[in-house]
């Protein structure tokens, strides 16, 4: 059995059936971490005795009886800005380098509650801020189908650890695209649940109006079966909404009937790559061919969606970091002359580049005399473009267009040029300002192989009917079953 070439429903299936067991699967995602691992540098971490174990103890639990989870014995990638008790927990910063969590988080928990085996904890943009991994302090990671390109950001480790076969699944967190980016850079399905779907007690926060974590998997069955293992309310965290959590991977497979597909213009505007284009314009026609009603559909108001993000999104890093001082938290100056300098040089050596600019952005969009003018004034453009959903919604079942306006770009194309970077993010990030739910799947591929993904979007928790409308495609094309060459 191609154990790293399978999907997460037919690992499942073998070790159930004793085919295989969950310490073989490990085994064999360890193996190709130990091949391909430092190529694509998915990684900051692995804990190859810590998921043997935990293998070992799904076996037992297996061959004795015992009731099992719902991911027993896959292996899980996590992000690395998610807390994990007795594993390092860096955000891929300084200024975190050596902290290891007390406890872990409630994602955390629920993996372990389904007997998932956390195999690593996955690199990203440090903080989670960036669109391609390179904001990382502690290493690259690379793009497994062309590791001269980046795997997209800031779940790029994740992502990668997915595409590569390196890990069954992975959890990442999305802010402004951070899953859904990564997840068409790769060739793998990434989905961002609706804001309050998933708690985020023990997410290192960013910007806490917009981060919400969400799931990648090789296929929309694998997306869904993850989703329902950590979504649910969670008493931690006050803007978990104590909802139901549907069934997703038992209905998944039912198709939507008098499906209405809307095609958002915005997202085909100045700057879509001709290759992206054709790919999702050749994807919409897979829905009319099984019947569902296209039209297209306008958000007027995702032409101010990029800043009116960087003003919140940045308004709200710059609080949340300024625990990380030298004192309550983090990394501390060794040298220094007095209080305040040790403040200064301990976030001057802790902090990059990008994570300091974020920062400065945010003192300044909330300093006295500006905060009506930059960040209020963005609050109220956060309505008006939910109330742009809101109205298509009314019209259409999902949203579909473009996950990303290009292929991934190389490492360091756009290093030096931030606004081109943000603008890499400009179909994923107005999801985020409305809270609502998005998935990216593999749609196709670029003239020099790089893979694009399509993005559907749909009412806020309205995860399973965008599961199942992301299901009729994948079930209609082969991009899912695709590998990269190393692999």
């Known amino acids: ?59 037992r639990k297996r061959s004795s009886g015992e009731s099992l989870g719902k991911l027993a014995g896959l292996p899980v990638a996590v992000k690395d800005n998610i807390c994990t008790k007795g594993l390092a927990t860096t955000c891929a910063s300084r200024m975190l380098e050596n902290f290891v969590p007390p406890y872990d988080a409630h994602v955390t928990t629920q993996l372990q509650n389904a007997d998932a085996i956390i195999i690593g904890k996955a690199n990203l943009d440090e903080f989670a801020m960036g669109s391609s991994t390179e904001n990382s302090a502690l290493q690259v990671t690379r793009n497994p189908w ?39 850079f790769c060739g793998v399905v990434g989905m961002k649940p609706t804001y309050g779907r998933v708690s985020r007690y023990g997410l290192v926060a960013f910007a806490s109006s917009l981060d919400q974590i969400g799931p990648f998997a ?48 915005e997202f085909f505007g100045e700057g879509i790559d001709s290759d992206v284009d ?7 026609d897979v829905y009319r061919s099984l019947g569902a009603e296209v039209s297209e559909v306008s958000l007027p108001h995702t032409r101010y969606a990029v800043a009116t993000y960087y003003l919140i999104a940045c308004s709200e890093a710059s609080s949340n970091l300024a625990r990380y001082d030298g004192v309550h938290y983090g990394r501390r100056a060794e040298q220094f002359e007095n209080m305040i300098d040790m403040y200064a040089a301990s976030r001057a050596e802790g902090f990059g ?95 020099n192989g790089l893979p694009i993904g399509l993005q559907l979007l749909a009412g806020p928790f309205e995860e399973e009917k965008l599961l199942r409308a992301a299901r009729m495609f994948e079930r209609e094309t082969v991009w899912h079953t695709k590998r990269p060459s190393f692999s």
């Open 1 to 59: 059995m191609d154990i790293t070439g399978s999907t997460t429903g037919q690992l499942l299936d073998a070790m159930q059936n004793g085919t295989v067991s969950a310490v073989e699967v490990t085994q064999a995602y360890l193996n190709e971490i130990s091949a391909h691992g430092e190529t694509v540098g998915a990684f900051l971490s692995v804990d190859s005795e810590g998921s043997l174990t935990q293998a070992a103890e799904v076996d």
């Open 146 to 184: 062309n590791i001269d390109h980046a795997p997209g950001g800031s779940s790029g480790g994740s992502a990668a650890a997915v595409g590569a076969r390196l890990a069954s699944m992975g959890i990442g967190s999305d802010t402004g695209g951070s899953i859904r980016q990564p997840a068409s």
């Open 218 to 265: 090789t296929d929309v069955t694998g997306t869904a079966r993850l989703l329902e293992s950590i979504a649910g309310y969670d008493v931690r965290d006050s803007t978990s909404v104590d909802r139901p959590v549907p069934g997703y991977s038992a209905t998944v497979e039912q198709p939507l009937e008098n499906l209405r597909v809307g095609v958002v213009s």
């Open 278 to 284: 054709a790919s999702i314009r050749a994807a919409i």
């Open 353 to 447: 580049a990008e994570v300091k600019r974020r920062i400065m952005l945010g003192v300044f969009a909330l300093s006295e005399g500006y905060s009506d003018q930059y960040y209020l004034k963005g609050l109220k453009v956060r309505r008006l473009i939910r109330n742009d959903f809101d109205a298509a919604f009314e019209n259409v079942d999902v949203l579909a267009g473009p996950t990303c306006p290009t292929p991934a770009f190389k490492i360091g194309e756009l290093v030096d040029d931030p606004l081109q970077m943000y603008l890499s993010d400009i179909c994923t990030i107005s999801a985020n300002l409305a809270g609502i739910p998005g998935v990216s799947v593999p749609a196709g591929f670029s003239s």
